[in-house]
């Protein structure tokens, strides 16, 4: 099966970001460039394993390895990492997805492990294919669906070329998203998904903070606002003259 590049750009979207950079108190300051086998040199938002959580949510391993591997989230799923641009471009490989599809295994047929959507990160796909995963052999759809694979023991799928306008599923029926080759026949679903896909992942830097210290980041009027953050709490207690006793456990 013939790879798509996966694209991941890491947008840094907003002017805040460049007024912190600035100060003595940019919180990523310490955060070093370093340097990753055959990939060159990586630097943030992207990390190690020994860096500390403020130095970026992705996690590169292996770099002393013949093959390298990143985390889109720390403590999530790997995949296999080809390459970095310096446009912040990645290329990668879920290997768990590609033996399911080299092996026509109906075990392809779930929804991918990626990071959910969260204040200061999210990720949005590209090149998916809508499949409609239904365990009622006799189901009907509003519109006719030109495809189907029926070669799986406890439900089948269907799907269509024309994505515009889509149907509601059935209520026996689950929608899954995943990558797709458009370069390969549509008429074999295992050549037409791929293990490799085209997504962006967007960082807006003063939420990573404000999630790094413990508060909840919320867009007002189109700024970021951090909200019961440790550095809040602390301003409040100095303000109450409490000093520097420890905050109480919520």
Known sequence: MAPVPLLVFFALFHPLLICASKEDGWPFKNCLPFNCGKLGEIKFPFTNKTSPEKCGPCVVDGCDEDSQRIQLERGGKWFVLHNISQANTISITDEYLRRHLN????????????????????????????????????????????????????????????????????????????????????????????????????LLFPCYHCYLQRGKCHIIEGKPECIHSIEESKKLRLKLGLGNLPPRNV
């Open 103 to 202: 092996s026509n295994s109906c075990d392809s047929f779930n929804n991918l492990s990626l990071p959910a959507s969260v204040p200061y990160f999210s990720i949005l796909e590209f090149s998916n294919l809508t499949l409609f995963k239904c365990t009622d052999p006799s189901v009907s759809f509003p519109q006719h669906l030109e495809f189907n694979y029926t070669g799986c023991k406890n439900f089948s799928i269907y799907y269509t070329r024309n994505t515009s306008t889509l149907p509601s599923p059935p209520p026996t029926c689950s929608i899954l998203q995943l990558p797709v080759n458009k370069t390969e026949s549509y008429g074999d679903i295992f050549r037409l998904l791929t293990a490799t896909f085209s997504i962006e992942v967007f």
